[in-house]
């Protein structure tokens, strides 16, 4: 479309057709914006599919008549005599792989924040929606006729919020709104820079079209980095503070010879910076971090002296913000330092794959012996154990004996023998604690580096150790492959996939719950961990419950402050069976309840409202809600 608009109204008027770009941005931000918020919870995915499809028949049918007006009117329209010299200056070799580079930074640093935020600072459904949002706004200033921001506020604004990241981005949130801040306006900020280079850079509207496609194949290349390359090579999320660096150096360089006064400043913040790891290693060793200074110890001397020489480095590198390579050079610095003064001593291992980072963790808990290490995905835990041998086999957590999963195996040990036991989700592999000489419990996990973590010795021994059963795992996707087991399989059926941020909600579906119904025996039980701190996914269960046509109770664990802490959580548990006798001796428990009315649609394979369980999160939380 710009390309005819440049051959029709731009020979003419002289008009902009890059501005049309950033028209079509915005139609992408209000359909993100929109289709979380109305389509998906109004809407099935055949009524989409349909409208989709009714909407790009429209599409083709505009583009037709815009075709045969664009070709009536190139016809009548005079030579244009400026061809000559917008063939002379042809992008070379150099400008198009500047295109590339500036459209990767942006591309990789917007998977980049995300990943970090929902990783290591505030994990919450839709988050991604908003570094998204923020990377269409980018386009949509960059490409507008009269931008919103200019070039030199956007390099001013950028140099002071790299710093800022670069010098907050290894230690935990204390302020998490202001550390969400921080990392969305950096991104923010950087991919305007890089926009704004690119729309600097543009060639005559004769090469706009090989401009996009470089520019796509650019978008192209800094995903592809994120999504293939850097789970393979990193065990952690380095390519965010990476690029973010590196995109330091699509800044001004300046001309000339650097000034002395910048080296001299450049020299006072690396070292600035530098004393900040110097000063943790004093505050966590050594006769500093015991002493008393002015009536100060010298651990929290030390910790202040963290923040003041990071401080110090930020202001150092916004002075010598206007040459590029020297910036670069400085926020490298304070990056590695800032990793030096952050490190998380609790954090022992972390290990990367293709759905994510998954940390091991230590904590001392007195009343579990001392020692008990916790494996966690992202923000969420996923299991823990002691170290003591004298608890080492207690599941914790979320399997607790207390909690509603760990009644569930208690009152079916009691009362059936040789249980056949399958569970969606492994974690540390505590629920094989439960099994005893006879027992058959089949892991279902999706993630190959869970189960390598979980089963090895050196890290978790639930499964090597504890269980007196056999154990064996499926690897897949927990719908698929349970699919493919025989009917009437289980006795109890654990499904432990919805504690996380990202809720895979084709297993909570109607189609999925009759699907687990048939795998489970006639007196066997389903149970569902619907614990989650964003999501209130009991009303859609228990509606799904019933439109598959089973029996369910219900229970809201609440973990007794006053109790000795054996590292219970609290929790919510659905108990699902095919008919109520199976449930007869959960019914007989007061702590099971019955399920309340059920006021919500539920969930299929053709919808699901993941706004509506967030509401519904945000409810409980404030009353005053409507």
């Known amino acids: ?33 929109a289709y979380p918020i109305v389509v998906e919870p109004l809407f099935s995915l055949h009524a989409q599919a349909l409208s989709w499809s009714v909407g790009y028949g429209a599409f083709i049918l505009l583009m037709g008549a815009l075709m045969y007006f664009v070709t009536r009117t190139a016809g009548q329209a005079p030579p244009v005599a400026t061809e000559a010299a917008a063939d002379d200056a042809a992008p070379t070799w150099s400008h198009r792989l500047t295109w590339v580079v500036l459209a990767a930074i942006p591309s990789s640093l917007m998977m980049g924040v995300t990943t970090h935020l929902t990783t290591d600072v505030a994990s919450a459904p839709f988050i991604w929606v908003v570094p998204l949002a923020l990377y269409l706004i980018t386009f949509i200033i960059a490409f507008s006729t009269k931008p919103a921001m200019s070039e030199a506020t956007t390099l001013i604004l950028q140099a002071a919020a790299v710093a800022a990241c670069a010098s907050i981005l290894p230690f935990k949130a204390s302020n998490l709104f202001l550390q969400l801040f921080i990392h969305l306006s950096a991104f923010f900020l950087t991919a305007l820079m890089c926009h704004q280079a690119l729309v600097a850079r543009r060639p005559t509207p004769g090469h706009l079209t090989q401009f996009y496609l470089w520019m796509s194949f650019g978008g192209v290349v800094g995903g592809g980095f994120n999504a293939f390359l850097a789970p393979v090579i990193f065990n952690n999320v380095w390519e965010y503070p990476l690029v973010l660096a590196l995109a330091c150096l699509a800044r001004p360089w300046g001309e000339g010879p650097v000034e002395r006064w910048r080296w001299v400043t450049f020299a006072l913040g690396c070292l600035a910076a530098v004393a900040a790891p110097i000063a943790t290693f004093a505050a966590y060793s050594g006769e500093i971090g015991r002493a008393d200074i002015l009536g100060v110890s010298g651990h929290d001397l030390m910790l202040m002296l963290v923040k003041v020489a990071l401080a110090a480095a930020v202001v150092c590198a916004f002075l010598v913000r206007r040459r590029g390579i020297v910036f670069f050079g400085i926020i490298t610095i304070i990056s590695l330092a800032a990793e030096g003064a952050g490190d998380k001593v609790d954090v022992l291992k972390s290990w990367r794959s293709f759905f994510g ?158 699907g687990y119904l048939t795998h489970i025996k006639p007196d066997g039980v389903l149970v569902l961990h619907l614990s989650n701190r964003n999501l209130d996914l009991r009303s859609p269960a228990m509606a799904v419950a019933f439109a598959a046509g089973g029996e369910a109770l219900l229970q809201r664990h609440d973990a007794a402050k006053s109790s000795p802490m054996l590292w219970e959580s609290s929790e919510d548990a659905l108990i699902v069976a095919r008919n109520e006798k199976a449930l007869a001796a959960f019914a007989a428990d007061p702590r099971w309840k019955p399920t309340e009315p059920v006021l919500v649609r539920p969930w299929t394979d053709d919808y699901t409202n993941l706004v509506g369980a967030l509401y519904g999160r945000m409810k409980e939380r404030w009353s005053w809600l409507p």
């Open 357 to 514: 980072v998954v940390r091991q963790s230590e904590l001392q808990l007195p009343q579990m012996g001392g020692t008990v290490r916790m494996l966690s995905h992202g923000t969420t835990l996923h299991g823990a154990q002691a170290q003591d041998p004298r608890w080492r086999c207690r599941p914790l957590v979320y399997y607790a004996p207390e909690t509603p999963i760990g009644q569930v195996f208690s009152q079916r040990q009691g009362s059936m023998s040789a249980l056949r036991i399958g569970a969606v989700g492994l974690g540390t592999g505590a629920v094989a604690a439960y099994t005893r000489p006879g027992d058959h419990l089949t892991f279902f996990e999706i993630d190959p580096l869970v189960i390598r973590v979980a089963t090895d010795p050196a890290h978790f021994t639930y499964t090597s150790e504890c269980a007196k059963g056999q154990v064996d795992y499926v690897l897949g996707d927990a719908r698929l492959t349970l699919a493919k087991q025989p009917r009437d399989q289980f006795d109890i059926l654990l499904i432990d996939a919805f504690s996380s941020d990202s809720v895979p909600a084709h297993l909570l579906t109607v189609e999925a719950m009759k």
């Open 1 to 33: 479309v710009q390309a005819w608009h440049a051959r029709t109204l731009h020979a003419d008027t002289g008009s902009e057709p890059y501005a049309l770009y950033a028209a079509s941005n915005l139609g992408s931000l209000i359909a993100l914006l």
